[in-house]
């Protein structure tokens, strides 16, 4: 069995390695980039018994994975090390303690563990606090006398250390209580209350983002879309979630009549992972913000408090404690905070989503839409907010939801004005948008038993 599944990897890794790391290096640096294809054939190799039929989508979706990884560590270590580096001159070791102040508040939420882990780290300084640059100019933490014990302590703790010096206060908030795009909200929020959970999580839809291309002097946009499946059971014994990017179905269309024209010009090229521009249209990674260095949640849902105002205050701590507070904290929340809704990872509870839903109800500067229709066509009840950057001008996100269930059916970035990076999108385009065919909890498990399954 063993020299078999030698010999299979063997034969995946000669048939896709370099369709694969052509992919990758469309992404990255070389040096990068074979760190990132090595992961992903590792990843293979520890699943080669539960590989698809056709799996190179699914090795595009590994690379994918360990592209987004590596880029939020090493943006986070960047974060970390520019900051500044903390160096306490002639003060006793007392990171024993600050440990104990990790270990005994494992089971608290994010915003409670982090704030009491401060407060033990606070009450124990004495002397000074300095800033020190070792011989590459660049920032580094110091805690004389305490390496090996800081080095057990979590990521978080290590974070909270930067907040004993200059914490950043969450901003307080000023709550909407009333008004249509509040009332809309609270009503899903009714509705996620009533919702009984079943034994997986189904959801069927589809991911869209705006390209701009550029070749041998034709202009255009196009709009690339692909069909995205997630399975997420509730119990363990039901298998591991499966989130799947149908990257060999990416639909092209031309945004307006004259990129229409263009586009026909240029010989109507096809999708292609080949990073020549002649061999057909690259299709970048959908961004995880409307930023290139847009920071996201990452945090566990199981940890999030239900409580809408302890929900904000705990999601805000855990983003600035990871890098710093967003410039629009209300902006950030109303974008970000709906990826909970539609997480292809865990899915949350239904008082997370409700409260997820009274959270956003509460925001200053939430616009209701009235009944609009959703890119399927149909019926949909809509909120939505604008966020204004330079590159990307302003954007209008939005919320469709369905009137009748807890379903987010849209959620969409309109250009009301663009900006540097999007300057030939019209206005009225969805730079991003991702659209649920159907999404909700269900008796029914897939077709195929997911990986890891037990009965």
Same mark, same amino acid.
């Given at each position: ?74 943006r986070r270590r960047d974060r970390l090390a520019g900051r500044l580096a903390l160096h306490h001159e002639d003060a006793p070791d007392h990171a024993a303690g600050v440990v104990e102040e990790v270990r005994l508040r494992e089971d608290l ?50 974070? +909270? @250390?930067?907040?004993? &010096?200059?914490? *950043?206060?969450? !901003?307080?908030? /000023?709550?909407?209580?009333?008004? #249509? $795009? ?98 057909? +249209? @690259?299709?970048?990674? &959908?961004?995880? *913000?409307?930023? !290139?260095?847009? /920071?996201?949640?990452?945090?566990? #849902? $199981? ?153």
């Open positions: 069995m063993a020299d078999d599944a030698a010999e299979r990897f063997t034969v995946l890794f000669r048939r896709h390695h370099a369709r694969v790391r052509a992919y990758v290096l469309r992404r990255t640096d070389e040096e990068r980039a074979d760190d990132v294809v090595a992961e992903a054939f590792t990843a293979a190799w520890r699943h080669i018994d539960r590989l698809p039929e056709d799996p190179l989508p699914w090795l595009y979706r590994a690379a994918h994975n360990c592209l987004n990884n590596d880029r939020r560590s090493r939420e994010y915003g409670e563990r982090e704030e009491a882990v401060l407060r033990g780290i606070t009450a124990r300084r004495r002397g000074r606090w300095r800033l020190e640059r070792n011989r590459r100019s660049r920032l580094r933490w110091a805690l004389p006398g305490t390496a090996a014990a800081v080095s057990a302590v979590a990521a978080a703790a290590v974070v +909270v @250390a930067w907040n004993a &010096v200059a914490p *950043g206060s969450i !901003p307080e908030q /000023r709550f909407v209580t009333s008004g #249509p $795009a509040h009332a809309v909200l609270m009503a899903a929020a009714e509705k996620a209350d009533r919702t009984e959970p079943k034994r997986f999580w189904h959801a069927q839809g589809e991911v869209g983002e705006v390209i701009q291309r550029d070749h041998r002097g034709h202009r255009y946009t196009l709009l690339a879309s692909f069909p995205t499946e997630t399975w997420l059971p509730r119990d363990p014994v039901d298998g591991d979630g499966v989130h799947s990017y149908d990257l060999g179905s990416v639909r092209l269309r031309p945004v307006s009549p004259a990129d229409a024209r263009e586009y026909r010009l240029d010989g109507s090229p096809q999708p292609n992972e080949n990073p020549d521009p002649d061999a057909g +249209v @690259a299709i970048p990674d &959908v961004p995880e *913000g409307p930023r !290139p260095d847009d /920071r996201v949640f990452e945090g566990d #849902p $199981a940890r999030l408090p239900t409580d809408p105002a302890r929900l904000r205050t705990a999601i805000l701590t855990w983003i600035r404690d990871r890098g710093g507070l967003p410039e629009d904290p209300d902006a950030w929340l109303f974008r970000e905070a709906p990826n909970l809704l539609t997480d292809p990872v865990s899915q949350p509870s239904q008082r997370l989503r409700a409260a997820v839903y009274r959270m956003l109800a509460g925001l200053p500067g939430v616009r209701d839409m009235g009944t609009v229709r959703d890119p399927l066509g149909r019926s949909a009840l809509g909120v939505a907010m604008d966020e204004t950057s330079r590159d990307l001008g302003t954007l209008q996100w939005q919320l469709l939801l369905s009137p009748s269930e807890d379903f987010l059916m849209t959620t969409r970035a309109v250009v009301v004005r663009p900006g540097t990076a999007n300057s030939r999108v019209p206005a009225g385009t969805a730079q991003y948008y991702t659209v649920q065919r159907t999404a909700g909890w269900t008796d029914t498990p897939p077709a195929r038993r997911l990986p890891g399954a037990r009965r």
